[in-house]
């Protein structure tokens, strides 16, 4: 016990010690790789599965003569009852989280902020409310430094706990009688920002107009009247707000900013972990980046890769396998998609989202044409002088002059499609060109490679929309 790996193979071996995984983020300004770390889930609930503590509470009868007007557990609640998940499995697994952060120097002196941590917290309901409450009974999940979390996004930071959250939910946990025991999260608990932060709901409660995350009340009602209820948020006016925002590219639609479940870079890990479930974090992240320095932002865009492009970090076996999932994937996806389109649940949609402004809205077949010219608009390459292709085409970084000269040109061809492009219409532009020319457009900083070029690729592309669109303005 006198070294640190002696001490770690012991709590290993008589602790049920679950060893944390390193998520690398990304890096920082200053060229620092960042780091969360992960505890796995499905490890954690399979030690307590196995534990006695979790075989003696299961022995015990619990009484189920609960009066119907008294709540003692959240079992007792509306909400749980009419869950369809533990309605279909009754002995499931009741997955609370909590997450907070906490300051690990002194809160008030110069170094405030700069070392706060993000923590995230695990509880089963299943177990009874006096096990339960203690600490000891409560596992970490994950820790991350809260300026890296709004730094690279939920999507990296939360990626690796999704993707077990939706294995336990689909696949489930085998215990040592050969049953399978599922899962899911029932809630989520935290105050009042932490838990907008984390459902994808607006964070600024001193300007926002739907600030609420139960209710549709917006600021100019509440500041009429402090005691007024809005319309209770619904399943139906959240998926609605959802369509919206992936429809006209906007930030916020009644006070949703996005989908916690779907972001982007969970589902493609998902994508991969589900078809190699054994495959390391470190082979999960090169696979990861490679994807996205080929121009991959969504699972749709998983269906153009190809074997050749995988087998330099896998295995050709390995590569096989998830090009045939990933194709069947995308036949059902497109199944799906032909089905929504002529259900009256989608036009129930497209109507909610027409009618919920007092402001004309643009309509659906105006927004279809707003989403055909990304689709069909062709990056101008043959406009583009000699010396910068020359560059492209080796492979070799251009100039900051024959860079601007791309981010001109591709612009002014934009606007020629489009008036006004907007943020998801530069970002689906970015991901075309940087496919074409992944190495002439990465980032790289004193011969380091920082990044895949697509982030600062948008980000030039929205700033040369605002200064066209400003002179435009001026002249009028």
Same mark, same amino acid.
């Given at each position: 016990?006198?070294?640190?790996?002696?001490?770690?193979?012991?709590?290993?071996?008589?602790?049920?010690?679950?060893?944390?995984?390193?998520?690398? *983020?990304?890096?920082?300004?200053?060229?620092?790789?960042?780091?969360?770390?992960?505890?796995?889930?499905?490890?954690?609930?399979?030690?307590?599965?196995? %534990?006695?503590?979790?075989?003696? /509470?299961?022995?015990?009868?619990?009484?189920?003569?609960?009066? #119907?007007?008294?709540?003692?557990?959240?079992?007792?609640?509306?909400?749980?009852?009419?869950?369809?998940?533990?309605?279909?499995?009754?002995?499931?697994?009741?997955?609370?989280?909590?997450?907070?952060?906490?300051?690990?120097?002194?809160?008030?002196?110069?170094?405030?902020?700069?070392?706060?941590?993000?923590?995230?917290?695990?509880?089963?309901?299943?177990?009874? !409310? =006096?096990?339960?409450?203690? @600490?000891?009974?409560?596992?970490?999940? !994950? !820790?991350?430094?809260?300026?890296?979390?709004?730094?690279?996004?939920?999507?990296?930071?939360?990626?690796?706990?999704?993707?077990?959250?939706?294995?336990?939910?689909?696949?489930?946990?085998?215990?040592?009688? +050969?049953?399978?025991?599922?899962?899911?999260?029932? /809630?989520?608990?935290?105050?009042?920002?932490?838990?907008?932060?984390?459902?994808?709901?607006?964070?600024?409660?001193?300007?926002?107009?739907?600030? /609420?995350?139960? /209710?549709?009340?917006?600021?100019? +009602?509440?500041?009429?009247?402090?005691?007024?209820?809005?319309?209770?948020? @619904?399943?139906?006016?959240? $998926?609605?707000?959802?369509?919206?925002?992936?429809?006209?590219?906007?930030?916020?639609?009644?006070?949703?900013?996005?989908?916690?479940?779907?972001?982007?870079?969970?589902?493609?890990? %998902?994508?991969?972990? $589900?078809?190699?479930?054994?495959?390391?974090?470190?082979?999960?992240?090169?696979?990861?980046? @490679?994807?996205?320095?080929?121009?991959?932002?969504? #699972?749709?865009?998983?269906?153009?890769?190809?074997?050749?492009?995988?087998?330099?970090?896998?295995?050709?076996?390995?590569?096989?396998?998830?090009?045939?999932?990933?194709?069947?994937? #995308?036949? #059902?996806?497109?199944? =799906?998609?032909?089905?929504?389109?002529?259900?009256?649940? %989608?036009?129930?949609?497209?109507?909610?989202? *027409?009618?919920?402004?007092?402001?004309?809205?643009?309509?659906?077949?105006?927004?279809?044409?707003?989403?055909?010219?990304?689709?069909?608009?062709?990056?101008?390459?043959?406009?583009?002088?000699?010396?910068?292709?020359? %560059?492209?085409?080796?492979?070799?970084?251009?100039?900051?002059? !024959?860079?601007? +000269?791309?981010?001109?040109?591709?612009?002014?061809?934009?606007?020629?499609?489009?008036?006004?492009?907007?943020?998801?219409?530069? @970002?689906?532009?970015?991901?075309?060109?940087?496919?074409?020319?992944?190495?002439? *457009?990465?980032?790289?900083?004193?011969?380091?490679?920082?990044?895949?070029?697509?982030?600062?690729?948008?980000?030039?592309?929205?700033?040369?929309?605002?200064?066209?669109?400003?002179?435009?303005?001026?002249?009028?």
């Amino acid at each position: 016990m006198r070294t640190a790996h002696t001490r770690a193979q012991c709590f290993k071996k008589n602790f049920n010690y679950v060893e944390p995984k390193t998520v690398l *983020l990304g890096r920082d300004e200053n060229r620092k790789d960042r780091f969360a770390y992960y505890v796995p889930v499905k490890e954690t609930l399979k030690c307590l599965l196995q %534990s006695d503590m979790w075989q003696d /509470c299961m022995s015990e009868e619990h009484p189920t003569d609960t009066p #119907t007007d008294v709540l003692t557990d959240v079992t007792d609640g509306q909400m749980f009852k009419s869950n369809d998940f533990f309605v279909q499995n009754p002995s499931g697994l009741k997955l609370v989280l909590y997450q907070d952060a906490f300051e690990v120097v002194n809160p008030l002196g110069s170094a405030k902020t700069r070392h706060k941590i993000l923590a995230v917290y695990l509880s089963v309901a299943n177990l009874p !409310l =006096h096990v339960r409450s203690d @600490t000891n009974h409560m596992s970490l999940v !994950l !820790l991350c430094r809260e300026k890296d979390f709004k730094e690279f996004g939920h999507a990296k930071v939360f990626s690796n706990l999704l993707a077990d959250l939706k294995y336990l939910e689909e696949n489930g946990i085998p215990v040592s009688d +050969e049953t399978v025991v599922k899962g899911t999260v029932y /809630c989520i608990a935290g105050d009042n920002l932490g838990s907008h932060c984390i459902g994808g709901f607006s964070e600024n409660f001193s300007r926002a107009e739907h600030f /609420c995350r139960y /209710c549709l009340i917006t600021r100019s +009602e509440f500041q009429g009247d402090p005691n007024l209820c809005g319309p209770a948020r @619904t399943i139906q006016n959240y $998926n609605s707000a959802i369509d919206r925002i992936q429809a006209e590219g906007a930030q916020d639609v009644e006070g949703v900013k996005f989908r916690m479940d779907d972001v982007e870079p969970s589902n493609i890990s %998902s994508a991969i972990t $589900n078809v190699l479930p054994d495959l390391p974090t470190s082979n999960l992240n090169i696979v990861l980046e @490679t994807l996205q320095s080929l121009g991959v932002g969504a #699972t749709e865009d998983l269906q153009y890769i190809k074997e050749a492009d995988l087998l330099t970090v896998l295995r050709p076996v390995q590569a096989r396998k998830l090009l045939a999932a990933w194709k069947q994937s #995308t036949e #059902t996806t497109e199944f =799906h998609s032909q089905s929504t389109l002529t259900s009256p649940v %989608s036009s129930a949609c497209s109507s909610v989202s *027409l009618s919920s402004s007092p402001s004309p809205s643009p309509s659906p077949r105006h927004m279809i044409a707003t989403a055909d010219w990304v689709d069909s608009f062709q990056i101008p390459w043959e406009k583009l002088p000699e010396a910068l292709m020359q %560059s492209l085409e080796r492979g070799k970084r251009p100039s900051s002059k !024959l860079r601007r +000269e791309l981010i001109r040109i591709v612009v002014a061809e934009m606007m020629h499609a489009s008036s006004s492009p907007g943020k998801q219409s530069s @970002t689906e532009v970015a991901k075309k060109m940087v496919a074409k020319y992944p190495l002439s *457009l990465q980032d790289v900083i004193e011969g380091d490679v920082v990044g895949t070029g697509y982030h600062s690729l948008v980000k030039q592309l929205q700033a040369r929309i605002e200064n066209v669109k400003r002179c435009h303005v001026q002249q009028k």
